[in-house]
Structure formats: C-alpha cells, structure tokens
C-alpha cells in the first residue's frame, strides 16, 4: 500500500501513572492507524505502565470496543520516545464517527508525556464514510 504522508495527532501532557483515558482521536475521514507511543517529559521509574490501545466503532461509546495493542513503557529518562507499530502491516482502519482511545494502567510511581498517534489519510469514498454527514454551508 503507498501512502504520501503521514499524518500525527498530540496530546496534551498526560500523567502516566494514574489509571484512564490519555488520548482519544475521531477521525473526520478514513485514516489508517499505524502507530502509537509516547514522548517522555517526566521519567518513568519502573517498567509497570502498560498503554492499551482500542478502537471504538461509534465514538464516546465503550459498547464493541477492540483493543488493537497493549505495550509497556520501560524505565527511561524524560525527551526520550517509546512507541509500538500496529501489528498490522496496512494498519488499523477507523471510520469517521468511530474513535480511537489510548490509556494507560497507571502502573508506575511516576512519568508523564505526550501521547501521540500516527496514522495515514485514506480516500473520503466508499462504505467507510457511512457516518459523515456533508453540511452545506449557508
């Protein structure tokens, strides 16, 4: 599959050892995810925080959630960036009214930083823009 460029979404700075949603991106259009990490700005002191990643069909709504990956931030100093591929080799495709949340389990005593997704753009055509309503603009 070829793609031009890439596309990437950041969050906020997130507390990474407290449990819950650090990020959640709903896509205007098709994308294909394929990658999520973290860049540190405070340093993780322990190898317990797990970052799950999930896909919603109909955005805000935890009902039929998949979860895509799960993967550990190991110990590290801050500035430092931690991310895992989407085990797919086209990536994980979220339709427009559908989202994608990533969390963590708050399992270290300390580290925080930017969540970010990647992902790639895919044509707004198709069966895959079911929910995306055009508004005329008046």
């Known amino acids: 599959m ?9 969050s906020g700075i997130q507390t990474l050892s407290t449990s819950g949603v650090k990020m959640t991106v709903a896509p205007g259009r098709p994308v294909d995810l394929v990658r999520v990490g973290v ?20 955005a805000g709504a935890a009902a039929n ?8 931030v190991p110990v590290a ?3 430092t960036v931690h ?19 990533v969390s963590s389990n708050g399992g270290s005593t300390a580290g925080a930083g ?9 044509a ?3 069966p895959r823009v079911a929910s995306a309503n055009k ?4």
């Open 2 to 10: 070829s793609y031009e460029r890439s596309e990437t979404e950041v």
């Open 39 to 58: 860049v540190l700005t405070t340093a993780t002191t322990d190898a317990n925080t797990l970052i799950t990643v999930q896909r919603r069909p109909v």
């Open 65 to 72: 959630e998949v979860t895509l990956m799960a993967f550990n």
């Open 77 to 79: 100093a801050v500035g």
């Open 83 to 101: 991310y895992a591929d989407i085990p797919t080799r086209a990536g994980v495709p979220v339709d427009p009214g559908a989202d994608i949340t």
């Open 114 to 122: 930017h969540v970010f997704v990647e992902y790639f753009p895919r």
């Open 124 to 126: 707004f055509a198709g």
């Open 135 to 138: 508004i005329t603009v008046v």
